[in-house]
Protein backbone atom coordinates (compact mmCIF):
# COMPACT_ATOMS: atom_id res chain seq x y z
CA UNK A 1 0.00 0.00 0.00
CA UNK A 2 1.42 3.44 -0.82
CA UNK A 3 -0.11 6.70 -0.99
CA UNK A 4 -1.28 9.15 -3.49
CA UNK A 5 -1.86 13.34 -2.36
CA UNK A 6 -3.50 15.73 -4.57
CA UNK A 7 -2.70 19.33 -4.01
CA UNK A 8 -5.20 21.76 -5.60
CA UNK A 9 -5.11 25.53 -6.05
CA UNK A 10 -1.64 25.88 -6.96
CA UNK A 11 -0.58 29.34 -7.81
CA UNK A 12 0.21 29.39 -11.67
CA UNK A 13 2.45 32.27 -11.07
CA UNK A 14 4.61 30.02 -8.74
CA UNK A 15 4.25 27.06 -11.47
CA UNK A 16 5.61 29.86 -14.15
CA UNK A 17 4.69 27.90 -17.38
CA UNK A 18 3.57 24.91 -19.06
CA UNK A 19 7.30 24.01 -19.65
CA UNK A 20 8.07 25.02 -16.21
CA UNK A 21 5.35 22.83 -15.02
CA UNK A 22 6.86 19.96 -16.91
CA UNK A 23 10.54 19.86 -15.64
CA UNK A 24 8.96 20.08 -12.02
CA UNK A 25 7.13 16.99 -12.73
CA UNK A 26 10.75 15.44 -14.04
CA UNK A 27 12.13 16.53 -11.16
CA UNK A 28 9.64 15.12 -9.02
CA UNK A 29 10.10 11.72 -10.67
CA UNK A 30 14.22 11.56 -10.36
CA UNK A 31 13.52 10.75 -6.49
CA UNK A 32 13.42 7.33 -5.69
CA UNK A 33 10.42 7.21 -2.87
CA UNK A 34 8.14 9.04 -5.79
CA UNK A 35 6.71 6.56 -8.17
CA UNK A 36 4.32 8.41 -10.21
CA UNK A 37 3.70 12.33 -10.98
CA UNK A 38 1.50 14.55 -12.47
CA UNK A 39 1.81 18.16 -12.06
CA UNK A 40 -1.20 19.97 -14.17
CA UNK A 41 -0.42 23.23 -15.51
CA UNK A 42 -3.95 24.23 -16.81
CA UNK A 43 -6.18 22.39 -13.87
CA UNK A 44 -3.34 24.08 -11.46
CA UNK A 45 -3.11 20.32 -9.57
CA UNK A 46 0.35 18.37 -8.68
CA UNK A 47 -1.03 14.21 -7.83
CA UNK A 48 1.84 12.52 -6.12
CA UNK A 49 2.40 8.58 -6.06
CA UNK A 50 5.01 7.95 -3.23
CA UNK A 51 6.45 5.38 -0.99
CA UNK A 52 5.56 6.34 2.41
CA UNK A 53 7.60 6.40 5.78
CA UNK A 54 4.86 3.72 7.25
CA UNK A 55 5.02 1.30 4.37
CA UNK A 56 6.38 -2.00 5.02
CA UNK A 57 8.54 -2.38 1.85
CA UNK A 58 12.11 -1.84 1.45
CA UNK A 59 12.05 1.03 -0.58
CA UNK A 60 13.04 4.49 -0.36
CA UNK A 61 10.51 6.36 1.74
CA UNK A 62 9.85 9.72 2.23
CA UNK A 63 6.67 11.54 4.51
CA UNK A 64 4.22 13.88 3.64
CA UNK A 65 5.97 16.89 5.19
CA UNK A 66 9.46 15.82 3.12
CA UNK A 67 7.59 16.00 -0.23
CA UNK A 68 5.72 19.44 0.56
CA UNK A 69 9.19 20.78 1.44
CA UNK A 70 10.92 19.22 -1.60
CA UNK A 71 7.47 21.22 -3.19
CA UNK A 72 8.70 24.13 -1.03
CA UNK A 73 12.22 24.21 -2.22
CA UNK A 74 10.82 23.84 -6.02
CA UNK A 75 8.97 27.31 -5.24
CA UNK A 76 5.34 25.80 -4.81
CA UNK A 77 3.31 26.20 -2.01
CA UNK A 78 1.22 23.99 -0.54
CA UNK A 79 -1.97 23.95 1.66
CA UNK A 80 -3.16 21.68 3.75
CA UNK A 81 -6.59 22.74 3.13
CA UNK A 82 -6.67 21.93 -0.72
CA UNK A 83 -4.68 18.45 -0.08
CA UNK A 84 -5.93 14.95 -0.36
CA UNK A 85 -4.00 12.00 0.92
CA UNK A 86 -5.38 8.70 0.54
CA UNK A 87 -4.38 5.19 0.41
CA UNK A 88 -3.50 4.03 -2.94
CA UNK A 89 -3.00 0.10 -3.75
CA UNK A 90 -0.70 0.09 -6.97
CA UNK A 91 -1.55 -3.71 -7.62
CA UNK A 92 -5.51 -3.14 -7.43
CA UNK A 93 -6.18 0.64 -8.69
CA UNK A 94 -3.55 0.83 -11.59
CA UNK A 95 -2.07 -2.71 -12.90
CA UNK A 96 -5.89 -4.44 -12.53
CA UNK A 97 -7.26 -1.62 -13.97
CA UNK A 98 -5.01 -1.42 -16.91
CA UNK A 99 -4.58 -4.86 -17.73
CA UNK A 100 -6.78 -6.95 -16.21
CA UNK A 101 -10.50 -4.69 -17.30
CA UNK A 102 -13.26 -6.55 -15.53
CA UNK A 103 -15.05 -6.53 -19.41
CA UNK A 104 -14.11 -5.73 -22.82
CA UNK A 105 -15.60 -2.32 -23.27
CA UNK A 106 -17.74 -1.91 -26.16
CA UNK A 107 -19.17 1.28 -27.87
CA UNK A 108 -21.94 2.04 -30.46
CA UNK A 109 -20.93 3.84 -33.00
CA UNK A 110 -21.83 7.74 -33.60
CA UNK A 111 -25.14 8.66 -33.99
CA UNK A 112 -26.66 4.88 -33.51
CA UNK A 113 -27.58 3.52 -29.99
CA UNK A 114 -26.94 0.32 -28.59
CA UNK A 115 -29.75 -1.59 -29.78
CA UNK A 116 -29.73 -0.24 -33.03
CA UNK A 117 -25.70 -1.18 -33.05
CA UNK A 118 -26.58 -4.78 -31.90
CA UNK A 119 -29.37 -4.97 -34.69
CA UNK A 120 -26.77 -3.84 -37.30
CA UNK A 121 -23.28 -5.33 -36.24
CA UNK A 122 -24.10 -8.92 -38.30
CA UNK A 123 -24.99 -7.18 -41.38
CA UNK A 124 -21.74 -4.72 -40.85
CA UNK A 125 -19.50 -8.06 -39.97
CA UNK A 126 -20.69 -9.61 -42.88
CA UNK A 127 -19.88 -6.48 -45.37
CA UNK A 128 -16.43 -6.59 -43.43
CA UNK A 129 -15.79 -9.96 -44.43
CA UNK A 130 -16.74 -9.77 -47.85
CA UNK A 131 -14.37 -6.79 -48.49
CA UNK A 132 -11.60 -8.43 -46.86
CA UNK A 133 -12.06 -10.94 -49.68
CA UNK A 134 -12.46 -8.71 -52.15
CA UNK A 135 -9.30 -6.79 -51.09
CA UNK A 136 -7.31 -10.03 -51.40
CA UNK A 137 -8.72 -10.78 -54.72
CA UNK A 138 -7.44 -7.83 -56.20
CA UNK A 139 -4.09 -7.66 -54.16
CA UNK A 140 -3.47 -11.10 -56.03
CA UNK A 141 -4.66 -10.09 -59.14
CA UNK A 142 -2.13 -6.96 -59.09
CA UNK A 143 0.62 -9.81 -57.99
CA UNK A 144 -0.18 -11.47 -61.29
CA UNK A 145 -0.06 -8.78 -63.24
CA UNK A 146 3.11 -7.10 -62.14
CA UNK A 147 4.59 -10.83 -62.48
CA UNK A 148 3.56 -11.22 -66.19
CA UNK A 149 5.02 -7.37 -66.61
CA UNK A 150 7.77 -8.33 -65.20
CA UNK A 151 9.01 -12.09 -65.58
CA UNK A 152 6.76 -13.92 -68.66
CA UNK A 153 8.37 -16.76 -67.67
CA UNK A 154 8.09 -17.08 -64.32
CA UNK A 155 4.36 -16.67 -64.73
CA UNK A 156 4.03 -18.91 -66.94
CA UNK A 157 5.23 -21.55 -64.48
CA UNK A 158 2.78 -20.76 -62.08
CA UNK A 159 0.31 -20.10 -64.60
CA UNK A 160 0.11 -22.48 -67.58
CA UNK A 161 -2.55 -20.52 -68.80
CA UNK A 162 -0.78 -17.70 -69.22
CA UNK A 163 -0.50 -16.01 -72.59
CA UNK A 164 2.03 -13.48 -73.07
CA UNK A 165 1.28 -10.15 -75.11
CA UNK A 166 -1.79 -9.69 -74.10
CA UNK A 167 -2.83 -5.85 -74.70
CA UNK A 168 -2.83 -3.99 -71.53
CA UNK A 169 -4.26 -0.10 -70.94
CA UNK A 170 -1.72 2.63 -70.21
CA UNK A 171 -1.74 4.16 -66.72
CA UNK A 172 -1.09 7.85 -66.44
CA UNK A 173 2.63 7.92 -65.59
CA UNK A 174 2.96 5.33 -69.00
CA UNK A 175 1.73 8.03 -71.28
CA UNK A 176 3.35 11.07 -69.53
CA UNK A 177 7.03 8.91 -69.67
CA UNK A 178 6.24 7.47 -73.01
CA UNK A 179 6.08 3.46 -71.76
CA UNK A 180 4.35 1.34 -75.10
CA UNK A 181 1.52 -0.92 -73.96
CA UNK A 182 3.14 -3.61 -71.75
CA UNK A 183 3.87 -6.91 -73.50
CA UNK A 184 5.61 -5.51 -76.50
CA UNK A 185 8.85 -5.72 -74.51
CA UNK A 186 9.34 -1.94 -74.71
CA UNK A 187 10.52 -0.31 -72.18
CA UNK A 188 10.41 3.24 -72.74
CA UNK A 189 11.65 6.34 -71.11
CA UNK A 190 12.95 5.63 -67.51
CA UNK A 191 12.93 9.18 -65.60
CA UNK A 192 15.77 9.49 -63.16
CA UNK A 193 14.73 12.65 -61.43
CA UNK A 194 16.03 15.26 -60.46
Known sequence: MVKRVTFTNISKAEMIDIPHA???????????PILKASVDF?????????????????????SLDALREVLKKEGISTDTAHMSNEDYDYYKNFYSYAYNPPVIRERAPYGYTQEQWQ??????????KKGNLEKVAKHHAFQQAYLEDQDPEMA????????????KK???????????????GGKGFWFHGV
Do not use: C, H, S
Open 22 to 32: ARLQYRLMLLD
Open 42 to 62: VKAKIIVTYNPDTADNNKEKM
Open 119 to 128: ALKPQWQEKL
Open 156 to 167: RKIDPDFKPGLA
Open 170 to 184: LTLTDKLFGKKKRGD
